[in-house]
Nanobody, 127 residues
Framework: QVQLVESGGGLVQAGGSLRLSCGVSGRTIRRYAMGWFRQAPGKERELVAAISAEGSRTYYTDSVKGRFTVSEDNAKNTAYLQMNSLKPEDTAVYYC????????????????????WGQGTQVTVSS
């Protein structure tokens, strides 16, 4: 069984930075594509960024391109989302998710493709 634990959320002023971490236990992260989703009150959950199992492919939604960076550390079995130049509209609960991948080509972009989810961490950006 794969378990995901997020950390790193908090309150930050607009223009600030946060780094979210997603610790993976139970399996090696190299067998999973990792996604970062967010859900703001009254809105649907959306994919913010994703990285393929071995890190060669990444995806970013348009609103975070150039500001957010997804990465992973295989030795620590941890995925990261570095968020810079934060805006109030980035305020949401952020979730990491894992999708089993036989190879490095798979890059899931819908929530239904992900098998495991973390508990979520709140990110609040004040103006």
């Amino acid at each position: 069984q794969v378990q995901l634990v997020e950390s790193g959320g908090g309150l930050v002023q607009a223009g600030g930075s946060l780094r979210l971490s997603c610790g993976v236990s139970g399996r090696t992260i190299r067998r999973y594509a990792m996604g970062w989703f967010r859900q703001a009150p009254g809105k649907e959950r959306e994919l913010v960024a994703a990285i393929s199992a071995e890190g060669s492919r990444t995806y970013y939604t348009d609103s975070v391109k150039g500001r957010f960076t997804v990465s992973e550390d295989n030795a620590k079995n941890t995925a990261y989302l570095q968020m810079n130049s934060l805006k109030p509209e980035d305020t949401a609960v952020y979730y990491c998710a894992a999708a089993f991948s036989w190879n490095d080509r798979r890059l899931p972009i819908t929530q239904y493709e992900y098998n495991y989810w973390g508990q979520g961490t709140q990110v609040t950006v004040s103006s």
